[in-house]
């Protein structure tokens, strides 16, 4: 139908949707990166679009990168570590991003963070042992006017409370 | 006839279900086997409201709200009948008093058209700007804009004509024009509702700028939190290439301007101009030290205008009705309208454009309606995470960036966040300190290492250990930051901080100041 297939976000989003990514494999990543080579500035775009098929970024695109760019390596392990959405391991099955700003910490966000971290078991910032869900804080969603906000596998969440929090946690299958 | 129904695709209102919302109108539309066109316009900026339904019949143009699926089906018998008694009726959304009050110049049509075609933009007066601009010569561009008043809204509030002189004087074989669209501050969501509900008036004044400075390529870096956002431009670039309005020739001229957007990777400091240009360029989000100015040496160290969004949202109609007509808006030396974003812990939250020189207290309280809990306002931080808090005593403060200046504040990109009397104001600047030492790019010391000190030193006066000594240590310490740093990350995380010890002493363990028992 027109609504919703229109709207959803563009397959191959840089949001991790379902997380059903390919795993590590070197000519991928090469055809991937040389596609993107000319750009003006490509480091970022490469990047985004090796984390979108795989994931996250393997440490071996790192010396790839560099060679097709004719950068050092340093250069390309400086780039991946300074953004906070690279990440260097697969990500867990769900990513539950909780908005951490000001904005909604006016409106009950840090118990809202709380009771996230007791219900799935983990600190934020970490994975569970069974790598089901991650949860990750996020520094402004820019969904500030229908504050606490949440990100579930790409999907926006405003308002949230612990009942709706709940009902996403009992949703993801764990 | 065909109905015509309008549900937000703004990332706001899908997270507050518009998308059930739109398919279950769908759903009711089939079933009733009417003929209706379903857009995803932007929001309005009515949040407390959102999802809202909006159906237009060839007369009228009619509101629903708050929609959610389960309501589809009645408010779309209710909007076939033209019956008005339906409990979530709103009328017409212009007549309402938030709406009615506004001065919308830059946001006239979010909310309105369809965001992805440059047919419905044009016929609702989009293009104007661009094609007066170029029957003129660039200089006089560049004239009208420094004429409007218009100064930077990003925050730091530096004249947009003299940026735009500047580089139009440098000569180069290749100048850049590069849209902020890093908008990380807490509070803030204007650039995201343009960009998801009018795109092409930000395509219309990034053309103005190429044309006025002599640029030919621009490049939209919008952060990677902004999906919604991004899948809005993207298709609103490629309808302006079929369109002409990019490319090489646009709008039948003899200039050429193309366009990219480029996506962030969760660097606050990236919004921060010289870093944006370094992460443009594949680099490290790594603060410049500045001379050389990115308007003589800025991407690929070539002269590069670098605007936010809503600068350059508003270039458009300045260009089209000139300089003069926006600058007869606003007080002192801030011109024309300021939209500003009510957020937070607030009844009415949403996008409020209007002229600068509206108080402080008419935006939270009148307008906004106090806080969304019910309990009294304690503190409103302005500007984002580097604004100061300031308390109800100073809700006389006129929106201005003078005015806020001498406040010791800043209005940054105009967001307002509200807290209630719940709020723990030692926390609030503890949490300042460490997001500093969160995002801090690493360049400068006052910034890299500051912010983890002033961390620690707020966590003592917290515990009660030594506190008159740490107090004057963390004031020292935010002086150091403060004229210390590279750039406003390090150098305005001492507003949210000092204006909490300052005005909110009491949660730091001292005595309430008289002027706050008012």
Known sequence: MFVSAYWKRPAGSWENALNAYASWDAETARTIIAAKQSMPGALLPILHALQEEFGYIDHDAEPLIADILNITRAEVHGVVTFYHDFRHAPPARHVLKLCRAEACQSTGGDALAAHAEATVGVAIGNTTADGGVSLEPVYCLGLCAVAPSAMLDGRVIGRLDENKLDALLAEIDR | ??????????????????????????????????????????????????????????????????????????????????????????????????????????????????????????????????RRALQMQPAAVVEEVTQSGLRGRGGAGFPTGIKWKTVAQTAADQKYIVCNADEGDSGTFADRMIMEGDPFVLIEGMAIAGVAVGATQGYIYVRSEYPHAIAVLNDAIRAARRGGMLGRNIAESSFAFDLEVRVGAGAYVCGEETSLLDSLEGKRGVVRAKPPLPAHRGLFGKPTVVNNVLSLAAVPIILEKGGSFYRDFGMGKSRGTMPIQLAGNIKYPGLYETAFGITLGDLVDRIGGGTRSGRPVRAVQVGGPLGAYFPRSMFHLPFDYEAFAKADGLIGHGGIVVFDDTVDMAKQARFAMEFCAIESCGKCTPCRIGSTRGVEVIDRIIRNDDRAGNKVLLEDLCNTMKFGSLCALGGFTPYPVMSALTHFPEDFGAPPRLAAAE
């Not at chain 2, 769908?26 to 003929?35: C, M």
């Not at chain 2, 409201?49 to 929609?67: K, S």
């Not at chain 2, 009645?74 to 007549?95: I, Q, T």
Request: contains cysteine; negative net charge; aromatic residues 6%.
């Open chain 2, 1 to 130: 006839m065909t109905l015509r129904l309008f549900v937000p695709g703004d990332a706001g209102a899908v997270a507050l279900g518009s998308d059930e919302v739109a398919s279950a109108l769908q759903v009711a539309a089939d079933r009733s086997k009417t003929p209706i066109e379903l857009v995803r316009t932007g929001s309005r900026g009515l949040y407390w409201l959102e999802p809202v339904a909006e159906v237009a019949t060839a007369a009228r143009r009619v509101a629903y709200g708050p929609v959610t699926a389960a309501d589809a089906e009645s408010v779309f018998d209710s909007a076939l009948a033209g019956d008005e008694k339906h409990p979530l009726y709103l009328g017409k959304p212009e007549e309402l008093p938030f709406l009615k009050n506004q001065t919308r110049l830059t946001f006239a049509r979010c909310g309105i058209v369809d965001p992805r075609s440059l047919d419905d933009y044009r016929a609702h007066g989009g293009c104007r700007g661009l």
